[in-house]
T-cell receptor, first 109, second 116 residues
Framework: GQQVMQIPQYQHVQEGEDFTTYCNSS?????IQWYKQRPGGHPVFLIQ?????EVKKQKRLTFQFGEAKKNSSLHITATQTTDVGTYFC?????????FGTGTSLTVIP | GAVVSQHPSRVICKSGTSVKIECRSL??????MFWYRQFPKQSLMLMAT?????????EQGVEKDKFLINHASLTLSTLTVTSAHPEDSSFYIC????????????FGSGTRLTVV
């Protein structure tokens, strides 16, 4: 079945350091989406990537979709304490929508 | 725009009772809603996909007789946990796709179910 894995599972960084999470799908995805879930909260949509090799930026966040459309990455430059949370990639498979395993980010002030 | 309202946010129930969770799309029509379950520090696991006016599609391993899903209108989907047991305690969350690249899938605020 559809599997979407993310690494690392957990990441602790000092405030100001960079952070990257990697997402790998067992199948080709028509698009990939990224979500952020704060502790105790629900997932919030960040961005959608559709094209092979696409790169999008949102302020300090850079999202990339792999050429084969089976992997993606999220990079945060100069992390801040407000970046704390779990970052999920997600993608459609048929009529369903599956989430990656998530990367929990802790930012140490 | 694109808000999904989910109720209740928290519920505690006794073993053997049933609990209904509602998700409403407030400013758009959701022909499809997805129901997820999330255990602490884990990812969201898709339980089922509900389609307005038809039977829900359940993921492998999810008991359809235990987790009853009804999608009676374009703005309301419900999940009923029947004969709840402590192992059903979890965070349940619904989502719907908004037909716009700016929204992706929008989520309800989730329901924390505790079965005692």
């Amino acid at each position: 079945g559809q599997q979407v894995m993310q690494i690392p599972q957990y990441q602790h960084v000092q405030e100001g350091e960079d952070f990257t999470t990697y997402c790998n799908s067992s199948t080709t995805l028509s698009n990939i989406q990224w979500y952020k879930q704060r502790p105790g909260g629900h997932p919030v949509f960040l961005i959608q990537l559709v094209k092979s090799g696409e790169v999008k930026k949102q302020k300090r966040l850079t999202f990339q979709f792999g050429e084969a459309k089976k992997n993606s990455s999220l990079h945060i430059t100069a992390t801040q304490t407000t970046d704390v949370g779990t970052y999920f990639c997600a993608g459609p498979a048929g009529n369903q929508f599956y989430f990656g395993t998530g990367t929990s980010l802790t930012v140490i002030p | 725009g694109a808000v999904v309202s989910q109720h209740p946010s928290r519920v505690i129930c006794k073993s053997g009772t049933s609990v209904k969770i509602e998700c409403r799309s407030l400013d758009f029509q959701a022909t499809t809603m997805f129901w997820y379950r999330q255990f602490p520090k884990q990812s969201l696991m898709l339980m089922a996909t509900s389609n307005e006016g038809s039977k829900a599609t359940y993921e492998q391993g999810v008991e359809k007789d235990k987790f009853l899903i009804n999608h009676a209108s374009l703005t309301l989907s419900t999940l009923t946990v029947t004969s709840a047991h402590p192992e059903d305690s979890s965070f349940y969350i619904c989502s719907a796709r908004v037909d716009s690249p700016n929204y992706g899938y929008t989520f309800g605020s989730g329901t924390r179910l505790t079965v005692v």
